[in-house]
């Protein structure tokens, strides 16, 4: 996976113990590594003319919805004062000294999509920690 670079906590027990701002920075920096490899597997399926266009459409779904969620953790993290101004091209690839688009176009779908599950997984967990924390009455 093209995210495997990246430390992140293995176990809900290890990701409870990160500070808030730690935390949203990981999933800040989770979003953004799969801007790219999802833009490119859009294009990439596109080309198949045996797939239906529901299969299509939930691509791009997916596309959006990853971005929406960025969009949203950003604007939480600036109510909550965060500074998110070092975010800003950590996860390009420039700056992790790999090409994202060349790794997504190797990788085939299976594993495409098993990396976007796993780090999707990680994801909902870390804003399911996060939201515990923010909201403890919600009885985490």
Known sequence: CHTSWMLTPNGK???QKIPREELTHLILKLLQAWKEPLSHFNQHIEHH???PDDSLSKAKQISSMVHELKTGVEKVTEKARFSINSLNGMASPEATGL???NEANMMSDSDFIHCFRRD??????????????IMPENSC
């Open 49 to 51: 003319q045996e797939l």
């Open 13 to 15: 027990e290890y990701a």
């Open 120 to 133: 999707s997984n990680k994801v909902q967990s870390y804003l399911k920690i996060l939201k515990c924390r």
């Open 99 to 101: 090409s994202i688009s």
